[in-house]
């Protein structure tokens, strides 16, 4: 089974960038769709983006030309660009994982997550 590490959050104003990245082990990571989720204090874990194994994208609308997932299989890492953050991102940010083909958007679809990274956007 993947184990899945996730880095990249931080503090940033709104307007401003960061970079997530997922370093999965353990499992045959090209296997693997993968997603990204969030999760604000009070608040259900809201699905952010998704790939497949082949590389489609699937985005919420809230974050389309915002954010963009990618995904390198030879370093074993899903990546997600987010650009003109606003306070309302403002989550803790879970990678995760389901072995199968597809895109995925609901989170009891993926087995494997990680503990997340969290990302904060001041005003």
């Known amino acids: 089974q993947v184990q899945l590490v996730e880095s990249g959050g931080g503090l940033v104003q709104a307007g401003g960038s960061l970079r997530l990245s997922c370093a999965a082990s353990?499992?045959?990571?090209?296997?693997?769709?993968m997603g990204w989720f969030r999760q604000a204090p009070g608040k259900d874990r809201e699905f952010v983006a998704a790939?497949?194994?082949?590389?489609?994208?699937y985005y919420p609308d809230f974050v389309k030309g915002r954010f963009t997932i990618s995904r390198d299989n030879a370093k074993s890492t899903v990546y997600m660009q987010m650009n003109s953050l606003k306070p309302e991102d403002t989550a803790v940010y879970y990678c995760?994982?389901?072995?199968?083909?597809?895109?995925?958007?609901?989170?009891?679809?993926?087995?494997?997550w990680g503990q997340g990274t969290q990302v904060t956007v001041y005003s």
């Open positions: 995760a994982a389901h072995y199968t083909v597809g895109l995925y958007t609901t989170p009891n679809t993926y087995d494997r």
């Open positions: 353990g499992g045959t990571f090209s296997s693997y769709a």
């Open positions: 790939i497949s194994r082949s590389g489609n994208t």
